[in-house]
């Protein structure tokens, strides 16, 4: 999974808490992105950064906020979980440093399953 | 805005018959379309993409995928499927946000089964 590691991979949490998930990758690209994934939806963006602390929406960014200190972590918190943000989260990245390299294609991380009781 | 559609929900084929996922696609501009394959429990690979030049792109797994600019096209195919190609498959599209940065924005994804 190109060097990305995703923290918990399975998480179960009750309506009201705090949680966040934590992409590390050790590739050094540039732009990271999370995504939730649904049946019958695809994949959503939630947000994504391009580069250290800076950071912006995706389509379903409600209700989720990110971090990222530094290159290699991207932070995704829900401040207080409910049950419509249980899903499947996934990380992704793209642009490795360095002249010419390609933006566009993203790679992505094993996942964390998420439930929200 | 830019977007993709997968018209079907499933895909099923007889192993070693050669298989097409379909996916349609609206863009402003020239399109950067991508095909991933997701197993179960995994996160999404990278099988294709398409940014320029020739129609037929190859990639990885021995899949390839046709553009076709009149129809808005860029469907996925393989010669001779394999019980192996069984996944869910994903299209998408590169969008440029108002910064200037890319984006991916995804289809609904095709579950592909294929029978011994």
């Known amino acids: 999974d190109a060097g990305i590691t995703q923290s918990p991979r399975h998480k179960v949490t009750e309506t009201g808490t705090p949680v966040t998930l934590r992409c590390h990758q050790t590739?050094?690209?540039?732009?990271m992105y999370w995504y939730r994934q649904d049946p019958g939806h695809g994949l959503r963006l939630i947000h994504y950064?391009?580069?250290?602390?800076?950071?912006d929406k995706g389509e379903v960014s409600d209700g989720y906020s990110v971090s990222r200190s530094k290159t290699e972590d991207f932070l995704l918190t829900l401040e207080s979980a409910t049950s419509s943000q249980t899903s499947v989260y996934f990380c992704?990245?793209?642009?490795?440093?360095?002249?010419?390299?390609?933006?566009?294609?993203?790679?992505f991380g094993p996942g964390t399953r998420l439930t929200v009781l | 805005a830019q977007s993709v559609a997968q018209p079907e929900d499933q895909v099923n084929v007889a192993e070693g018959n050669p298989l097409t996922v379909k996916c349609t696609y609206s863009?402003?501009?020239?399109?950067?379309l991508f095909w991933y394959v997701q197993y179960p429990n995994r996160g999404l690979q990278f099988l294709l993409k398409?940014?320029?030049?020739?129609?037929l792109v190859k990639g990885s797994y021995g899949f390839e995928a046709e553009f076709n600019k009149s129809q808005t096209s860029f469907h996925l195919k393989k010669p001779s499927a394999l019980v192996s190609d069984s996944a869910l498959y994903f299209c998408?599209?590169?969008?440029?946000?108002?910064?200037?940065?890319?984006?991916?924005?995804f289809g609904a994804g095709t579950r592909l089964a294929v029978h011994p």
């Open positions: 992704a990245i793209s642009g490795l440093a360095g002249a010419g390299a390609s933006t566009d294609t993203q790679y």
């Open positions: 590739e050094n690209h540039r732009y």
């Open positions: 950064s391009y580069g250290v602390k800076d950071t």
């Open positions: 863009v402003s501009g020239n399109p950067y």
């Open positions: 398409y940014i320029t030049g020739d129609n």
């Open positions: 998408a599209v590169r969008d440029i946000d108002s910064g200037g940065y890319n984006k991916l924005i």
